[in-house]
């Protein structure tokens, strides 16, 4: 089956644009995360949605970031007034579960860059 | 504070070896870990994981080792395949209730060499 989708795949920003980041989960799952990657790291959390619920937000780095998954599928990743620092890979995961510990389904990440 | 850390950047491992991965903790929340495999442009893929009421998960050529008292996990991939060249990652995550987010280590590359 089809795994977790996300786009574009890469973006390239001007410092002070926004931009807008999609993540189609796994069709069914209803756990979804994002989490920021940068170069020479791994991954970080950012926000945990259960269905259309964001249930923790408390890696957000600031204000400017901000997601959303208004019907429980497809989610949106926006940062406005984009800064250098903001480069890096954004992924999704999606898992079925909403207890306990389990393994989450990741995306290939889009690759953001800010010049 | 890096709550999760696997030291060696990279690891170099004759075809047919062991390869051995390793990757320490700080967080005595954490019960339950995961090993994740990365090819460049690809997300992170699962690849075995361990609970603490065990010491030991193995699946195939994968084995993780579990060592609470020590807050330190490894991997052993034997025999070693050239498609196991890749980045390796390191997860832990707390089970106590709501707790979803992994915590990942910086990553080992790993290079199978024929």
């Known amino acids: 089956g089809a795994g977790v989708s996300q786009s574009p795949r890469y973006k390239v920003a001007k410092r002070g644009q926004d931009v807008a980041l999609r993540c189609d989960p796994i069709?069914?799952?209803?756990?979804l995360f994002w989490y920021q990657q940068a170069l020479g790291q791994g991954p970080e959390f950012l926000t945990y949605?259960?269905?259309?619920?964001?249930?923790?937000k408390s890696g957000l780095p600031s204000d400017r970031f901000f997601a959303e998954r208004p019907e429980g599928s497809v989610s949106t990743l926006k940062i406005q007034r984009t800064q250098q620092e903001d480069s890096a890979v954004y992924l999704c995961?999606?898992?079925?579960?909403?207890?306990?510990?389990?393994?989450?389904?990741f995306g290939p990440g889009t690759r953001l860059t800010v010049t | 504070d890096q709550q999760v850390k696997q030291n060696s950047p990279s690891l170099s491992v004759q075809e047919g070896r062991i390869s051995i991965l390793n990757c320490d903790y700080t967080n005595s929340m954490f019960d339950y870990f995961l090993w994740y495999k990365k090819y460049p442009a690809e997300g992170p893929t699962f690849l075995i994981s361990i609970s603490s009421i065990k010491d030991k998960n193995e699946d195939g050529r994968f084995t993780v080792f579990l060592n609470k008292s020590a807050k330190h996990l490894s991997l052993h991939i034997v025999p070693s395949q050239p498609g196991d060249s890749a980045v390796y990652f390191c997860?832990?995550?707390?089970?106590?209730?709501?707790?979803?987010?992994?915590?990942f280590g910086q990553g080992t590359r790993l290079t199978i060499n024929p």
């Open positions: 995961a999606s898992s079925p579960w909403t207890s306990g510990p389990y393994e989450q389904y």
């Open positions: 949605f259960q269905n259309e619920a964001q249930l923790d």
């Open positions: 069709s069914g799952h209803v756990s």
């Open positions: 997860a832990a995550s707390p089970t106590f209730q709501g707790a979803q987010k992994l915590v």
